[in-house]
């Protein structure tokens, strides 16, 4: 799913104003809180993207469903009431992850292989991960698709290098048909 431009208005204001109360670690912890709450549930997905619930019954709900959060993310939840942007809450809380982890020189390499990375595996993708991007610490996070016949693919951020048995069969199958 795209990210809209409106949340990552919402998710760049929110960093900034972390980032000036110096509770940034806080907040970012609360969104992968939200993040994991709505990943894991379907029915507050729906909720939150139902435009029958009324705005105040929606923060009313969230307020209880994340009454541990710290009192600066919960402000969000005020801004999105008043503005009616509640659908948009998955999509702040995933922006302001990547906005935070690229303020602590953390990047997100996804890794898809045909089968779980091993430990030495893990390594060598690490080191060609570290040949692609200047980010000081990577997390790995590995997603397994047997579609991809064998090798892998590494996406961070928007760029993807792609060394699977697939893709080289496809260009092959490509350069077959076009001679």
Avoid: W
């Avoid at 204001?13 to 670690?25: G, H, P, R, Y």
């Avoid at 929606?58 to 993310?73: C, G, P, Q, R, T």
């Amino acid at each position: 799913m795209a990210t809209s431009r409106a949340a990552v208005r919402y998710a760049k204001a929110l960093i900034e104003t972390a980032q000036e109360k110096n509770v940034s670690d806080q907040v970012a912890s609360d969104m992968q809180t939200i993040n994991q709450a709505i990943n894991d549930s379907v029915e507050l997905k729906q909720f939150l993207d139902n435009p029958v619930v009324k705005a105040d019954v929606k923060k009313k709900a969230l307020d209880e469903i994340f009454s541990s959060l710290s009192a600066d993310s919960k402000l969000l939840f005020g801004l999105l009431n008043s503005n009616h942007r509640f659908a948009l809450l998955p999509q702040i809380a995933t922006e302001y992850i990547a906005l935070y982890e690229s303020s602590k020189g953390i990047a997100r390499a996804y890794v898809t292989t045909a089968t779980p990375l091993n430990d030495d595996l893990k390594t060598k993708v690490l080191d060609k991960v570290k040949q692609l991007t200047s980010e000081s610490q990577i997390e790995i996070i590995n997603e397994v698709n047997p579609d991809i016949i064998g090798g892998f693919i590494i996406r961070i951020g928007d760029m993807q290098y792609n060394a699977s048995i697939a893709d080289k069969l496809n260009q092959l199958k490509r350069e077959l048909i076009n001679n």
